[in-house]
């Protein structure tokens, strides 16, 4: 199975899953970040597919269409969204159905969407998490494949709190990822 990894922040998660052991083959962002210089510098294949618009005139399907064309290319079997900023269209699970995997920073389907550690912390909950799912059309809830809660602390701020989430994810992904490939989770429309 060639793995490719999408990715748009620091990297950290794409790091995990590379000290891990698997076989990422391909790394592929939306812009430069942290993440692209990091598997450059791991001598992984990277390919940029830059967004040309944050605003309403951007064509996401069109977007979708070349990430596509970029990962089928590459010979792309399963693919693991780790803090990836652009939401993908139809075209994208069309292609890869059930293959694209994504970790979210709560408690799914809690806190949704992209200010989920802000939002946990203004609700108020003393328990958040971690999930990893099974991506679809609609943003984080495809089935879940793992989870694994992370308290609050009387003290946290929204980057300590995300920061302990993160440690979570750092293992908990690369687990249920490597879970996938080796066949040992429902995955490929296995799903009552
Ligand atoms: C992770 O916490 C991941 O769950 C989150 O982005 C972070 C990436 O961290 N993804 C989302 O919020 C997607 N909705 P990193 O840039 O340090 O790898």
């Known amino acids: 199975m060639r793995l490719a990894v999408l990715a ?5 998660i794409l790091e995990a899953i590379v000290d891990a052991g698997l076989p990422v083959h391909l790394v592929v962002t939306d812009r430069p970040c942290g993440a692209l210089d990091l598997a450059a ?54 292609k890869f159905a059930d293959r694209i995997l994504n970790t979210h920073p709560a408690l799914l389907p ?7 550690v802000a939002e946990a912390m203004v609700h108020g909950v003393k328990v958040t998490g971690c999930t990893v799912h099974v991506a679809t059309l609609e943003v984080d809830s495809g089935p879940i494949l793992a989870q694994e809660a992370v308290s609050v602390l009387p003290d946290d701020d929204e980057e300590s709190l995300h920061e302990r989430i993160k440690m979570v994810e750092r293992r908990l992904y690369p687990e249920t990822i490597r ?10 429309g296995e799903y009552a």
């Open 8 to 12: 748009s922040g620091t990297g950290s």
């Open 41 to 94: 510098s791991l001598g992984i294949s990277t390919r940029i597919v830059e967004r040309d618009s944050f605003g309403d005139d951007f064509d996401r399907n069109a977007y979708t269409v070349d990430l596509v064309d970029v990962l089928v290319k590459a010979g792309t079997d399963l693919i693991a969204m780790a803090g990836f900023g652009t939401i993908l269209a139809k075209p994208a699970y069309d």
């Open 110 to 116: 809690a806190f949704p969407g992209w200010h989920s």
């Open 179 to 188: 879970a996938v490939l080796e066949n040992r989770t429902l995955l490929m």
